[in-house]
Nanobody, 124 residues
Framework: QVQLVESGGGLVQAGGSLRLSCAAS????????MGWFRQAPGKEREFVAD????????TYAGSVKGRFTISRDNAKNTVDLQMNMLKPEDTAVYYC?????????????????WGPGTQVTVSF
């Protein structure tokens, strides 16, 4: 069974930084690729970033590339999202998720388990 708990959300002014962390309660953390997603009010959940099992390969949404950095610590079973140069449009609930497979059509990770989320609010 997979349990994920996000932390680190809060209120920050535009241009500021936050670091989100996700703790995973799993038997073997390195069996999972990890991802971050977000959902703003009235909008669908969207992909933010993911990282492969070893941590060597990362992917970002265009809207956050160059500002956000995903990383993982396989010894601590955690995945972090460092968010810099935050914008009001980054306001959302942020979720971490696990993946054990990729789509045969797109090659992208398919995510199975999700945490409860942490709120990030960026003010003008």
């Amino acid at each position: 069974q997979v349990q994920l708990v996000e932390s680190g959300g809060g209120l920050v002014q535009a241009g500021g930084s936050l670091r989100l962390s996700c703790a995973a309660s799993v038997r073997t953390f390195t069996n999972y690729a990890m991802g971050w997603f977000r959902q703003a009010p009235g909008k669908e959940r969207e992909f933010v970033a993911d990282i492969n099992r070893s941590g060597a390969v990362t992917t970002y949404a265009g809207s956050v590339k160059g500002r956000f950095t995903i990383s993982r610590d396989n010894a601590k079973n955690t995945v972090d999202l460092q968010m810099n140069m935050l914008k009001p449009e980054d306001t959302a609930v942020y979720y971490c998720a696990t993946s054990t497979r990729t789509s045969p059509l797109t090659g992208k990770f398919e995510f199975d388990y999700w945490g409860p989320g942490t709120q990030v609010t960026v003010s003008f």
